[in-house]
Every structure is written in C-alpha cells, then in structure tokens.
C-alpha cells in the first residue's frame, strides 16, 4: 500500500440531492489524510459505458428497485471496479471524517476476511469499511449477477450475517452512528445515518426546493438530539466553503426519477430515535425473555 493513493468509493443520490453531504465529506476527507486520496462518486448513470449505469426502463445495468438508498448495492461492486486488485474505501454519503483515512486504509484483514467494518460476530455495519479486493473475488459473485439481481443487495447481506468471519472487527470510533455514546473528541468517522435527522437537509431542502425538484428521502423528517453533531457540520460546511469548495462542482445532469423503496414508515436508529415501549406490559415481557444477541446489518 505504500506510495498508493486511498481510494474511496462513496455512495450517492444520481440528482443532486446530496451536494451539501459530498462537500463536507471530501472537505473532512481532505483536511484530515495525511497522503493524497482518490475518491469515486458512485451514482446512477444513463451513460451505457458507465460501471453504474441503470436503465429501468429497458431493465438494463443496475436493478435498485429493493434498494433502501439510490447506492445501497453499490458496494458490492467495488473489489471488480477495482480488478480485485488491492484496497477500497467504502462508505456512505452521509459521513464526516475526523480523523487520517490512513489508519482505516491499514487497518489488518486477516484470515477468511475479505472487508474491515465495524461489528463482530453478531454486527455488521458495512456502511464504512475497507475491502481487500483480491480477497473478496473468491467470495462474491460475479459482477453481472449482482447487478440483474434485485435481491443482491439483500442475499449478500445474509451471506455476511452466515459467515462473519468474512469480516474483519474494527472499533467503533471509526463509524461511530449518530454519535452514540460517544464524545465528540473520541469520534474518527462520524456517521450521521439517521436519514429523518441528516444535518444536510436543512440546506438541501430548500435548494431543491428552489429548483422545483424533491429530495430521495420521503419519510419523516426530525431534528437531530446531538446538537453538537448538527453544528459540527455546520462547521464544516462553512470551513468547506471558506477553503474555496463549492456545491457546483459535484454537481451531475440530473439521473431523473428510479426505483427504489421507499422511506415513509422509516423509524430510524435507537441512537436518534426514543424507542420505548409504551405498554407497562410489554416492558415486563421485555424483561423475563432470555438475553439474545440478533445479528444486525446496515441496509
């Protein structure tokens, strides 16, 4: 890995809705890493020569109908972007870094590992995490399968929960959802994944607003309880814009409109959300059952 840039491969909305999310993130990238970083936009594309490219239509390319997010598949596809040849960076839009990506980028993948995340034997949270390419060509499917596969996405999801071996635990601090416990001095790689409470929309929003178009997201939307998050990216965002980053440079044609499913009955993360039950009843039941530990994974 020496004298090679980091590569990093993020996840994003084909028409613009997360301009705000992609600013302050290669902004945080870029003010942290101490060696130079590549990143791969990774977006719906009507462009037939594109890795992403979708067509509904016709059926052709990617099938992003079971998709919680216009990305959520793409991540599959990373180590064969790459020729399974060396190290990826994978994460989602909606992330601060906080620290040099060149800790996370050498992070070991041992043994059966192919992928670095967060997690253990019973999380996986593949919503940042390292690939090693070449390993992960003897595990996933072929490229073309995963992408005429609605299911994929899903299907590999289980694979991992059946065999997390395949993952390699890192610790928490490097994707630390929606702050958790956690203060914000002890935080590597925030990731604000509530999509109800994203600091981004009350920027985006109105823009897109102005530009008579709507936001992917069509659930709920709620005000984040870490205020210290929300103006962390306020911050950010400023500091972006101060150092001569601007909106319209990660600005595309607009994809237009595609499958996926949608968010109205999202109930966030017990991180953001107050998820009690409201049934003295079902507390006490809550109580007297055998303490399990259920696999969980990130959509």
């Not at 052709?60 to 991540?75: D, I, N, V």
């Not at 596969?149 to 610790?171: A, F, R, T, W």
């Amino acid at each position: 890995m020496n004298g090679q840039n980091i590569k990093v491969f993020v996840g994003c909305d084909p028409n613009n809705c997360d301009l705000e999310q992609m600013m302050v993130l290669d902004y945080s990238i870029q003010k942290h890493t101490s060696i130079p970083v590549d990143i791969i936009w990774m977006q719906l594309s009507r462009d037939a020569s594109s890795f992403w490219y979708t067509d509904t239509q016709r059926k052709q390319g990617w099938h992003t109908e079971k998709w919680a997010t216009p990305f959520s598949g793409f991540r599959w596809a990373i180590p064969s972007y790459c020729g399974y040849e060396g190290r990826a960076i994978y994460m989602d839009t909606d992330v601060i870094v906080l620290s040099d990506l060149y800790e996370l980028w050498t992070h070991p993948i041992e043994g059966n590992a192919i992928v670095a995340a967060k997690g253990g034997k019973s999380t996986a949270r593949l919503c940042t995490c390292v690939w090693d390419c070449e390993k992960a060509k003897t595990i996933l499917p072929n490229i073309e399968l995963v992408k005429n596969d609605p299911d994929s996405h899903k299907n590999l999801m289980k694979m991992i929960k059946e065999h997390p071996g395949y993952v390699e635990p890192y610790q928490d601090h490097y994707n630390c959802i929606d702050g958790e416990a956690l203060d914000l001095s002890e935080i590597k790689i925030l990731h604000y994944s509530d999509m109800g409470t994203q600091f981004s929309h009350k920027y985006a929003l109105p823009r897109l607003k102005q530009n008579h178009a709507e936001h992917w997201f069509d659930g709920e939307i709620f005000e984040h309880p870490r205020q210290d998050l929300a103006t962390l990216f306020d911050q950010y965002y400023q500091e972006a814009i101060n150092a001569g980053f601007k909106l319209e440079d990660y600005m595309i044609e607009p994809y237009g409109s595609f499958y996926k499913a949608s968010q109205k009955n999202y109930h966030g993360n017990r991180v953001t959300r107050d998820i009690k039950e409201k049934s003295w009843f079902k507390q006490l039941i809550r109580k007297m059952k055998p303490r399990t530990q259920n696999f969980i994974l990130d959509d």
